[in-house]
């Protein structure tokens, strides 16, 4: 089964190309990265408690996920993490992004996880295509559509047989990303997700014994719904050196850095907050 994405979102982002040969506004030099086209001014550091940023030039960012390093307490492994995002380099009211990331546990990790006797790794591999029209000094509004791909491989030994197995998982998604700024402090938020496609996990053995060698593939499909969207209306924060965001809606919760979506609808809580400064 393949992912269909709706031909409008397409088409919404090819009318905001057309759109900046008409607009003159001028984007903001310091605008939130999460949902959003922008990245970190050069030399710029956006430390917190859930990611740490840093503008190696102005047109591209690099990061990671704090949380997942400090993992040890838990899995007894840290978790490395990090992500690259590339920004157009022209100016005008339209900015490009492109984002990919990856994110890595090891074995011991998943045994902490699932089951003590497992032996896997997890490989989570994330992308995003970002457009954001920067309509005047009080409204902007950008578009996204992600991609996450999640990959365990493992193996087992029983006397003389092997068994080696794979799962995946692949997630489509498209978001829309407002906002409304009611100052040069303060702006009202609203993010929209609809998640178009969300994989079944499948699962290639192989046993081999000294006479034969069997191969099969193993797949399971959930019951449950592929198409689930996600409200979030929220509030931002910010001030020279600080930005603060937070947000409350209901759907769908996508795991940071992994990609993958709950199953379930649930409240969803949205926070980011940070300390600016710059190194150059």
């Known amino acids: 089964m393949q992912p269909r994405l709706s031909l409008g979102a397409v088409g919404a982002l090819g009318a905001i190309a057309l759109f900046a040969r008409e607009g003159h506004a001028e984007a903001p030099s310091n605008e939130r990265t999460d949902y959003t086209a922008y990245t970190r001014p050069g030399g710029r550091v956006a430390a917190g408690p859930l990611k740490l940023e840093f503008g190696l030039i102005d047109e591209i960012t690099i990061g990671t996920y704090v949380p997942p390093w400090f993992a040890f307490p838990v899995l007894g492994v840290p978790i490395p993490n990090a992500y690259l995002k590339l920004r157009s380099w022209w100016g005008g009211p339209v900015a490009w992004a492109v984002r990919g990331g990856v994110l890595h546990i090891d074995g011991e990790g998943v045994a902490q996880l699932i089951d003590e006797d497992a032996s896997a790794g997890v490989t989570a591999l994330a992308a995003e295509v970002d457009a954001t029209l920067h ?6 509004f950008s578009l996204g559509l992600d991609y996450a791909h999640l990959h365990a491989t493992g ?54 014994e000294p006479a034969y060698t069997v191969d099969s593939d193993l797949s399971a499909e959930s019951t449950a719904t592929h198409r689930r969207g996600t409200v979030v209306p929220g509030v931002a924060f910010n001030w020279e050196h600080w930005e603060l965001s937070a947000g409350l809606g209901l759907g769908v919760f996508p795991v940071p850095a992994l990609g993958i979506t709950t199953t379930r609808i649930l409240p969803v809580f949205d926070f980011a907050f940070a300390f600016l400064f710059d190194l150059y």
């Open 155 to 208: 193996d087992a030994e029983d006397s003389a047989t092997s068994i080696e197995g794979a799962s995946t998982a692949d997630t489509w998604s498209a978001r829309l990303f407002t906002e409304w700024h009611l100052s040069s402090v303060t702006a009202l938020t609203l993010l929209l997700r609809y998640v178009a496609y969300q994989s079944p996990v499948g699962a290639d053995v192989t046993v081999e």
């Open 135 to 140: 309509l005047n000094d009080s409204f902007s």
